[in-house]
Each structure stands twice: as structure tokens, then as C-alpha cells.
């Protein structure tokens, strides 16, 4: 079945083969995890990330596509190496702001890609008549992250990417609002067209009696001339990176997980 969904999709919008990036990612995201990749200088992109609500709600929500979350995030390249981001999450009307700057790249003297990505998100959703001694400071939340990969060949390439992410509301009153936490991700070439990709995030700080769990993600690019289509499949609804790190509400082993759509488009 994914096979004819795919076959079908790249006949509606007909293949088109260009060169993959340095670092081996198609996308400036691997499945949800960040990848060293960074717009290029002077290029405007679109991002448009579609996560439905669980699978495991069954025909009462249509297997969640009754419940989705839609984040929209625009992106620019100041200058080779350096890009800024704004975007908007249905899911608690976040609000959030982003740069990412590339540090070091693999070739013949330095055999590592290296990436700093910062983000800032604000939850709108919160009410001052839900929580009247709330200040404008408890709707933050932030993500630091040193993203390090390597190309192995052309089809292979793996990412490593320590991360700290600071709650200053936590869902949870046992919860740390500091917390660290590793990723992992790799991509695999499957064709000049398609990729495999996969991400986990373990999370150092997670209280034990936590309703939340470390995300999991998997996903198959779909390269388009000018767009990256992205499906998905994850235990984390959010797709901002201190939701998804920190709040992922569903399991892989319950079937408690999100089917998602991300579609990047160059200008």
C-alpha cells in the first residue's frame, strides 16, 4: 500500500534529480530531529508540518486525522552558514523563533558537519484567568542544540545531537524545568528520489513518574524538484523541539503514535 502511495505521489508531481546536501539530509530536519544542514544564503523556504492525533483513537476520530496539528514555519538564509526562522503550532498556539549556524564542515581536513541550532517558543494557549499569577516569562520555553554528523558515503549519514531544553512552565510539578537530553538520527539513500530516516531523543532529565516518554521517530523523504516531501511516524504530536523532546505523550508499544506530513518548498 505505501508503495503505490508513493508511486502515486511522484507521478503527480513528477521526479526531478538534483544534488543531495553535504551533509547527506535532504531536509533541514531528519524525521523531527534538526540536521546539520543550513539554508542557503540569500534562499527563502516554506515549511509546512502536519501531524495528525493518534492513531490509537480508532474510527472515532478517523485514526486521528480529526485531531491534527499543523505547524507553518518560514526560513531564510542571511548568508551561506547562517539562517533565521519564524513559525506558528496549532498545538498550544506556539509561537516560535529559531537560528541555526553552521560551524565546521566534513572534507579532506575536518571529517565532521557541525551545527548550533537555538530556538525560542512561546505558548499563546495559556490563560491569565486559568492561571492569574502567570507572567508573560512562564509561556517560554527554550532548545539549544550542537547538532554533529557524519557522511559515511553517498547514502549513509548519521547525526549525534546533544541538546538542552528549559521548561520555565512544566505540565508535570515534579519535573525539572532544566533538562539535557541526546539525539540520534541517521538517513539512508534509498534511490535519488527517496530516503529513509529515523530519530530518537533520550531524555537525562525525565522525572521517573512521568506521564511522557522519549520520542521516536521514522520517516521517508520524497525529493520533488524544488519541494521535500517528508511522512512520517512518531510518539511526539509536537514538532517543536522543547514539545517533542520533553512532552512526547505517545508509545511505539501501546500503538500510541502520530502520522505526519512535512512538505519543504524552496523559493
Same mark, same amino acid.
Given at each position: 500500500?505505501? @508503495? @503505490?502511495?508513493v508511486?502515486?505521489?511522484?507521478?503527480?508531481?513528477?521526479?526531478?534529480?538534483? !544534488?543531495?546536501?553535504q551533509?547527506?539530509?535532504?531536509?533541514?530536519?531528519? =524525521?523531527?530531529?534538526q540536521?546539520?544542514?543550513?539554508?542557503?544564503?540569500?534562499?527563502?523556504y516554506? $515549511?509546512?508540518?502536519?501531524?495528525?492525533?493518534?492513531?490509537?483513537?480508532?474510527f472515532?476520530?478517523?485514526?486521528?486525522?480529526?485531531?491534527? /496539528?499543523?505547524?507553518i514555519?518560514a526560513?531564510?538564509?542571511?548568508?551561506?552558514? #547562517?539562517?533565521?526562522?519564524l513559525?506558528?503550532?496549532?498545538?498550544?498556539?506556539?509561537?516560535?523563533?529559531?537560528?541555526?549556524?553552521?560551524?565546521?564542515s566534513?572534507?579532506?581536513?575536518w571529517?565532521?558537519?557541525?551545527?548550533? %541550532?537555538?530556538? #525560542?517558543?512561546?505558548?499563546?494557549?495559556?490563560?491569565?484567568?486559568? %492561571?492569574?499569577k502567570m507572567?508573560? +516569562?512562564?509561556r517560554?520555553s %527554550?532548545?539549544?542544540q550542537?547538532?554533529?554528523?557524519?557522511?559515511?558515503?553517498?547514502?549513509?549519514?548519521?547525526?549525534?545531537?546533544?541538546? $538542552?531544553?528549559?521548561q520555565?512552565?512544566?505540565?508535570?510539578?515534579?519535573?525539572k524545568? /532544566?533538562?539535557?537530553?541526546?539525539g540520534?538520527?541517521?538517513? #539512508? @539513500?534509498?534511490?535519488?528520489?527517496?530516503?529513509?530516516?529515523?530519530? +530518537?531523543? %533520550? /531524555?537525562?532529565?525525565?522525572?521517573e =513518574?512521568?506521564? +511522557?516518554?522519549?520520542?521516536?521517530?521514522?520517516?521517508?523523504?520524497?525529493?520533488?524538484?524544488?519541494?521535500v516531501?517528508? #511522512?512520517?511516524? !512518531? /510518539? =511526539?504530536?509536537?514538532?517543536?523541539?522543547?514539545?517533542?523532546?520533553?512532552?512526547?505523550q505517545?508509545s511505539?508499544?501501546?500503538?500510541d503514535?502520530?502520522?505526519?506530513l512535512n512538505l519543504?518548498?524552496r523559493?
Amino acid at each position: 500500500m505505501l @508503495k @503505490k502511495i508513493v508511486f502515486s505521489l511522484l507521478l503527480f508531481v513528477g521526479v526531478q534529480h538534483f !544534488s543531495w546536501s553535504q551533509d547527506g539530509f535532504s531536509t533541514f530536519k531528519i =524525521a523531527n530531529l534538526q540536521s546539520t544542514q543550513v539554508a542557503e544564503g540569500g534562499k527563502f523556504y516554506l $515549511y509546512v508540518t502536519h501531524r495528525f492525533g493518534s492513531v490509537s483513537d480508532g474510527f472515532s476520530t478517523f485514526f486521528g486525522m480529526d485531531n491534527s /496539528n499543523t505547524k507553518i514555519q518560514a526560513i531564510y538564509g542571511l548568508m551561506d552558514g #547562517i539562517q533565521i526562522g519564524l513559525s506558528r503550532e496549532s498545538l498550544r498556539k506556539t509561537f516560535a523563533g529559531s537560528a541555526k549556524f553552521r560551524l565546521m564542515s566534513q572534507g579532506e581536513k575536518w571529517p565532521l558537519n557541525m551545527s548550533l %541550532y537555538t530556538t #525560542i517558543n512561546l505558548n499563546s494557549q495559556l490563560s491569565k484567568e486559568e %492561571y492569574p499569577k502567570m507572567l508573560f +516569562y512562564d509561556r517560554l520555553s %527554550y532548545t539549544t542544540q550542537l547538532l554533529v554528523s557524519k557522511t559515511f558515503n553517498d547514502r549513509f549519514s548519521l547525526e549525534l545531537a546533544p541538546s $538542552y531544553v528549559r521548561q520555565n512552565l512544566v505540565w508535570e510539578p515534579f519535573q525539572k524545568h /532544566n533538562q539535557f537530553a541526546v539525539g540520534i538520527g541517521g538517513s #539512508i @539513500k534509498l534511490t535519488d528520489a527517496l530516503s529513509l530516516t529515523t530519530d +530518537y531523543v %533520550y /531524555n537525562f532529565s525525565r522525572a521517573e =513518574a512521568s506521564v +511522557y516518554n522519549d520520542p521516536l521517530s521514522v520517516g521517508l523523504d520524497i525529493k520533488t524538484g524544488a519541494h521535500v516531501f517528508q #511522512i512520517i511516524v !512518531s /510518539n =511526539a504530536q509536537s514538532a517543536n523541539e522543547p514539545g517533542f523532546i520533553t512532552n512526547g505523550q505517545g508509545s511505539w508499544l501501546e500503538g500510541d503514535v502520530f502520522l505526519g506530513l512535512n512538505l519543504m518548498r524552496r523559493f
